[in-house]
């Protein structure tokens, strides 16, 4: 009987890096949140919702954020004023993941209508 590999250290699936960072992005709005902060380093809440658009809920905002802070992606600063101000700054580490999220939206850019075809002809 064969030995299946998983990737190329044979990494067991419930351990693998990939997937459980994959896991954490696999969500609507994390990567454009990224991309955002990765352009710009520094914005306030209202400034990111502006950024993303209509499509997204003040809580599905604060929940991303929260995920993403967790992670280590972005740090989230509160000024003691009236009223408060939260700004959210991309770390070292989520800077190191921007570029990686720019090939890929390169690469969805070029390949999209094959994919849109292919699903069409899929349905």
Same mark, same amino acid.
């Given at each position: 009987?064969?030995?299946?590999?998983?990737?190329?250290?044979?990494?067991?699936?419930?351990?693998?890096?990939?997937?459980?960072?994959?896991?954490?992005?696999?969500? @609507?709005?994390?990567?454009?949140?990224?991309?955002?902060?990765?352009?710009?380093? +520094? %914005? #306030?809440?209202? !400034?990111?919702? @502006?950024?993303?658009?209509?499509?997204?809920?003040?809580?599905?905002?604060?929940? +991303? %954020? #929260?995920?993403? !802070?967790?992670?280590?992606?972005?740090?989230?600063?509160?000024?003691?004023?009236?009223?408060?101000?939260?700004?959210?700054?991309?770390?070292?580490?989520?800077?190191?993941?921007?570029?990686?999220?720019?090939?890929?939206?390169?690469?969805?850019?070029?390949?999209?209508?094959?994919?849109?075809?292919?699903?069409?002809?899929?349905?």
């Amino acid at each position: 009987m064969s030995k299946i590999k998983i990737l190329e250290n044979e990494i067991n699936i419930e351990n693998c890096p990939v997937r459980k960072v994959l896991d954490r992005f696999g969500d @609507k709005w994390s990567l454009l949140v990224l991309l955002i902060l990765g352009k710009n380093e +520094t %914005l #306030r809440f209202n !400034e990111l919702n @502006k950024a993303i658009g209509s499509d997204i809920s003040q809580k599905m905002l604060t929940v +991303t %954020l #929260r995920t993403l !802070e967790a992670d280590g992606f972005l740090k989230r600063t509160i000024y003691a004023e009236v009223p408060p101000r939260v700004e959210y700054t991309i770390t070292d580490l989520g800077k190191s993941l921007v570029p990686l999220i720019d090939n890929l939206e390169k690469w969805a850019k070029v390949n999209m209508s094959a994919i849109e075809k292919s699903r069409k002809k899929f349905e």
